[in-house]
């Protein structure tokens, strides 16, 4: 924490520098190993292990982050579908628009079948027959998919059923190599929160600020996904606020931030307090970093998920808070799951049933919020091991050093 009299003399040296240039960073993203061909055809594999396991034919995905994990393919959804068709046995088909075919091409990993359609022909019917040579048994349906694909193939007369036990299946469960381009993501993030947040001062606004963590994300090497800045009273909004707000002293500062390193996401959150916290925001900061290290502690392989989250609204409850999702006290869940995903199955949240498991990754995040007063979220993700969970980065040990 910086004085009063050093922070309000660097906020009037420097007000116009919110949005500088982050010229003295350098990437980090230089050791990374990207996704390649033997990853991918290790994933198909688990993925037919698991069809077979659940009897099921196939699976049907649509563009997002499991068609980028099967296949590679980066595309993007609309009227015209394109979709992923994943057999139990044998090679994958890709159905999409003939005229869209090369742009596809462009980021596929894996070795397929692709088959076209032109304007005037049903690309549900295409893929109706595609999905028909798969052999018996029923297709999955990725839980994304849209409701006019999925109806589609049920009138052609295909049994369907949720394809989450094969794509929950594989896409909860980490690798190391998955695991190693997470951990380079959070540490993208933490030195763009650490390198802004020396650089904050009075006056600013929220998107001041978040034009700095996104420059020294870019800087670092990583694609800034979300910088969100809250401020003073704002900050008991978890995900914010309309109303004005500009850096004062004593006012709490909130940023929640992530980004992608070869599509794997970061999600890190810092609170601090330009010049002298008030007694009551670090009565508040402290109860919080205490609930991050009960959710830690709890998070035990073969626990269920929700018994994080029943352990962190139990010491709550303790420190006067809620109950339950009441406010004052913790209105959102304790974690999420993340990945290729921001927010992915499952979740840390009361009634979860599903066990914690070595590849697992979660937020940690159990904010306080305290309606137009301010609120404090702290929030680092970690990984499940044989020996627990491992952090992909370390809470800040206290207000005074909130980058540390």
């Not at 994933?43 to 099967?70: D, I, K, N, T």
């Not at 369907?160 to 951990?183: N, W, Y």
């Not at 650089?199 to 694609?223: F, K, N």
């Not at 989250?309 to 808070?321: E, I, L, P, S, T």
Request: glycine letters at 12%; proline letters at 7%.
């Amino acid at each position: 924490m910086i004085g009063r009299r050093a922070f309000l003399a660097a906020s009037m040296a420097a007000v116009a520098a919110g949005r500088g240039a982050a010229t003295d960073l350098a990437s980090m993203t230089g050791g990374i190993v990207r996704i390649g061909p033997a990853e991918r055809a290790d994933r198909l594999a688990r993925a037919q292990a698991l069809m077979a396991a659940h009897g099921l034919a196939g699976v049907v995905l649509e563009p997002g982050a499991s068609m980028v994990y099967f296949t590679g393919i980066e595309w993007h959804r609309s009227e015209r579908l394109t979709l992923a068709l994943l057999p139990a046995r044998g090679q994958p088909v890709i159905v999409t628009p003939f005229f869209e075919e090369p742009s596809v091409r462009q980021t596929l990993g894996i070795l397929v079948d692709v088959r076209v359609w032109q304007e005037d022909v049903s690309p549900v019917a295409l893929a109706a027959d595609a999905l028909k040579g798969f052999g018996p048994g029923r297709i999955g349906i990725e839980e994304t998919v849209r409701f006019f694909a999925s109806d589609g193939l049920a009138r052609a007369g295909l049994a369907l059923a949720s394809a989450d036990p094969v794509v929950r299946g594989c896409r909860m469960h980490k690798t190391a190599a998955e695991i190693a381009l997470m951990q380079t993501a959070a540490d993208i993030t933490v030195a763009a929160i650490r390198w802004a947040g020396s650089r904050i001062r009075e006056g600013q606004s929220p998107a001041d600020i978040a034009a700095m963590i996104d420059g020294a994300t870019a800087a670092l090497g990583g694609t800034p996904e979300f910088s969100l800045v809250l401020i003073g009273e704002a900050a008991a909004l978890p995900h914010g606020s309309r109303e004005p707000q500009r850096v004062r002293e004593g006012a709490v500062v909130l940023m929640d931030c992530g980004c992608t390193v070869d599509g794997y996401q970061s999600d890190i959150s810092r609170t601090f307090v330009p010049g002298r916290a008030p007694d009551d925001v670090r009565r508040v900061w402290d109860t919080v970093a205490e609930g991050q290290r009960v959710a830690l502690a709890a998070a035990k392989v073969g626990a269920p998920a929700g018994s994080v989250d029943d352990a962190v609204r139990a010491f709550y409850v303790r420190q006067g808070y809620g109950p339950g999702y009441a406010l004052p006290g913790l209105s959102h869940r304790t974690g999420h799951g993340i990945g290729l995903d921001g927010h992915e199955p499952v979740n840390l949240v009361h009634g979860e049933a599903t066990r914690l498991e070595p590849g697992m990754c979660f937020s940690d995040e159990p904010g306080l919020y305290l309606p137009g007063r301010f609120g404090v979220r702290l929030e680092d993700c970690f990984h499940m091991t044989d020996a627990g969970p491992k952090w992909f980065s370390t809470p800040p040990p206290s207000l005074g050093r909130p980058f540390d």
